[in-house]
T-cell receptor, first 111, second 113 residues
Framework: QKEVEQDPGPLSVPEGAIVSLNCTYSNSAFQYFMWYRQYSRKGPELLMYTYSSGNKEDGRFTAQVDKSSKYISLFIRDSQPSDSATYLCAMSATNAGKSTFGDGTTLTVKP | DGGITQSPKYLFRKEGQNVTLSCEQNLNHDAMYWYRQDPGQGLRLIYYSQIVNDFQKGDIAEGYSVSREKKESFPLTVTSAQKNPTAFYLC????????????FGQGTRLTVV
């Protein structure tokens, strides 16, 4: 079993929809949680970085961490065609070490 | 502009050849990483380095080698021992002791011909 499991997708939504992307994990030592966005044939870019449980909001994006359930989510409000990409979750036990990545969820937002 | 530069963007290798992928960063980050990404799959860690002159194997190090002689440089050599080298290779860096979030280069697509 993988340490990090990500909803596989693909996911296709109409423009303006609310999107929910999710990951579960098994390692209770994880404390740092990241979401990356990767456009086709490009390197991933960091979207959100969260420490421990709780919510973090940045514009149309909200990251949610529930450590008791070992579950993290990324919500995208008012989705746009430019949000079409693969989204990767990542986690780390320390703030100075390597991260473990999920396999990614590919999102398509249709105009 | 601060960032991570990978070169070349595309690379073709004949079977039995070694090739070296370049990764340079000017973010003054301590930690650097190499990942491999296959179609439809996530990132798999090849090697990482948290400090100059030191590096550790990741989950799929066989057939690869690295060096970290300078803080800003972390080249990856794909050797002939790597039986299935065709993939998208991503280099990343992170602050290290100051944070684990990674900043990625734009990748090198390696194809065996």
């Amino acid at each position: 079993q993988k340490e990090v499991e990500q909803d596989p997708g693909p996911l296709s939504v109409p423009e303006g929809a609310i999107v929910s992307l999710n990951c579960t994990y098994s390692n209770s030592a994880f404390q740092y949680f990241m979401w990356y966005r990767q456009y086709s044939r490009k390197g991933p870019e960091l979207l959100m970085y969260t420490y421990s449980s709780g919510n973090k909001e940045d514009g149309r994006f909200t990251a949610q961490v529930d450590k008791s359930s070992k579950y993290i989510s990324l919500f995208i409000r008012d989705s746009q065609p430019s949000d079409s990409a693969t989204y990767l979750c990542a986690m780390s036990a320390t703030n100075a070490g390597k991260s473990t990545f999920g396999d990614g969820t590919t999102l398509t937002v249709k105009p | 502009d601060g960032g991570i530069t990978q070169s070349p963007k595309y690379l073709f290798r004949k079977e039995g050849q070694n090739v070296t992928l370049s990764c340079e960063q000017n973010l003054n980050h301590d930690a650097m990483y190499w990942y491999r990404q296959d179609p439809g799959q996530g990132l798999r860690l090849i090697y990482y380095s948290q400090i100059v002159n030191d590096f550790q194997k990741g989950d799929i190090a066989e057939g690869y080698s690295v060096s970290r002689e300078k803080k800003e440089s972390f080249p990856l050599t794909v050797t002939s021992a790597q039986k299935n080298p065709t993939a998208f290779y991503l280099c990343a860096s992170s602050p290290g002791a100051g944070g684990t979030e990674a900043f990625f280069g734009q990748g090198t697509r390696l194809t065996v011909v």
